[in-house]
């Protein structure tokens, strides 16, 4: 594992973890920030999942919700956020009491299926703690790697998931923790095989009968569960993730129907301007990502 050195100025220190390869769980950098009032970064794409913590002060995240459409989020010490791949987003510090943040970049098989367990999704990327003292060790994780780069990888490895572990912890879904039922089961594993199967012409039946169960059993308790029907949770996913292809590559838009799980255009081109009230053309055209907002900047 190579190790670039912890880089330093006046406001921050970062370090960037070179050929640390683990395939179920990996760091990529981390670092700690106090920035300046109106410190802005983006509008850029990661490559990776990357965890803002908040320390002190205040600051704005724009990121776009399920619909493509902009939000804008003002959030503050105890808060944080997660940038998720993919996903054009822009964070700027509070003009007045700016804020100080540390952060770590990681991905992995492992990461999907944990942040399953938690509150934040794209569409919702907001991190806010249950446990306070999950949160706590959760921090002094991120900052054992910050100080720790230059270690042995097997110990890198071991914090990476006790971050892991609270992290997920600290920003589980009440309801799951509350009841560890099968309901809850069923409802996870809908939502891993949504993830892990959009791309092929899959049905709610098809889910159901990979879980041994009806149909209208899944969708009660899905609904009960996600306050959503399964169906709309698969076509807000597909078309999140068609939103996503429109907006940074220059595939057609049958090929892009294809990776969505729509062998039909004309039946993804419905579904999309269901969803986003507009065409695929016309939407594209309104959010293409120009290359130089794809550039990600330390």
Not at 28 to 45: I, N, S, T
Not at 239 to 259: F, G, Q, V
Request: contains cysteine.
């Amino acid at each position: 594992m190579n190790v670039v050195e912890g880089n330093r100025k006046e406001n921050v220190t970062f370090t960037i973890f070179e050929n640390f390869n683990s395939v179920d769980l990996t760091v990529y950098q981390c670092g700690r920030e106090k920035c300046q009032p109106g410190h802005l970064f983006g509008p850029a794409v990661r490559r990776h999942y990357l965890l803002h913590y908040i320390l002190k002060g205040k600051g704005f995240l724009i990121s776009p919700d399920a619909s493509g459409v902009n939000q804008t989020y003002s959030l503050q010490a105890g808060q944080g956020f997660l940038l998720y791949p993919d996903t054009l987003t822009t964070y700027y510090a509070d003009g007045e009491d700016p804020w100080e943040y540390i952060w770590l970049e990681f991905d992995g098989l492992k990461v999907t299926p944990a942040l399953e367990q938690t509150t934040m999704r794209p569409a919702y990327p907001i991190y806010e703690s249950i446990d306070n003292n999950q949160r706590d060790i959760m921090v002094n994780e991120m900052q054992f790697l910050l100080e720790h780069a230059k270690s042995s990888p097997y110990l890198i490895c071991g914090h990476l998931y006790l971050f892991l572990e609270a992290f997920i912890q600290s920003a589980r879904i009440p309801d799951l923790v509350e009841s560890n039922s099968l309901a809850d089961y069923y409802v996870r594993e809908t939502i891993a095989f949504i993830e892990n199967n959009y791309t092929r012409n899959i049905s709610i039946e098809d889910i159901a009968a990979s879980l041994g169960v009806s149909r209208s059993y899944l969708t009660k308790i899905f609904k009960r569960i996600m306050r959503q029907p399964p169906q709309k949770f698969l076509m807000a996913y597909r078309m999140s993730k068609a939103a996503a292809l429109l907006r940074t590559t220059d595939l057609k838009i049958s090929e892009i129907a294809l990776k969505v799980g729509y062998e039909n255009q004309m039946h993804f081109s419905r579904a999309f301007k269901q969803a986003y009230n507009t065409t695929p053309s016309t939407w594209r055209n309104q959010n293409r990502l120009h290359p130089v907002q794809m550039v990600v900047k330390m």
